[in-house]
């Protein structure tokens, strides 16, 4: 075999085995791995609060509306609050 046909030969074998792992194959859809539990999974409900150190200029209506409100309304068990930078609030 000359040089050049070994190159094309090799070259070909390493995109084929490249391209090789990025096929599913036999793995199971996504919800078939999960389908031998029975019953939702609790989450765990208890208070939460968070504690978010703002040392910018951020104020208390952008920190409701970016933050507190949408945690809020998907953890309702969840609290925020908004800690200012200022003397000895350093973290």
């Known amino acids: 075999m000359t040089g050049q046909k070994r190159f094309v030969w090799l070259a070909a074998l390493i995109a084929l085995l490249a391209t090789a792992g990025c096929g599913d194959g036999d793995a199971a859809p996504q ?21 978010l150190y703002a040392y910018n200029a951020l104020t208390d209506e952008e920190f409701a509306a970016f933050f507190s409100d949408p945690v809020k309304k998907k953890y309702p068990h969840i609290t925020m609050e908004l800690v200012k930078s200022g003397q000895g609030l350093t973290p």
């Open 31 to 51: 919800g078939a791995l999960n389908s031998d539990k029975t019953g939702p999974i609790e989450q765990d409900t208890t208070p939460i609060t968070l504690q």
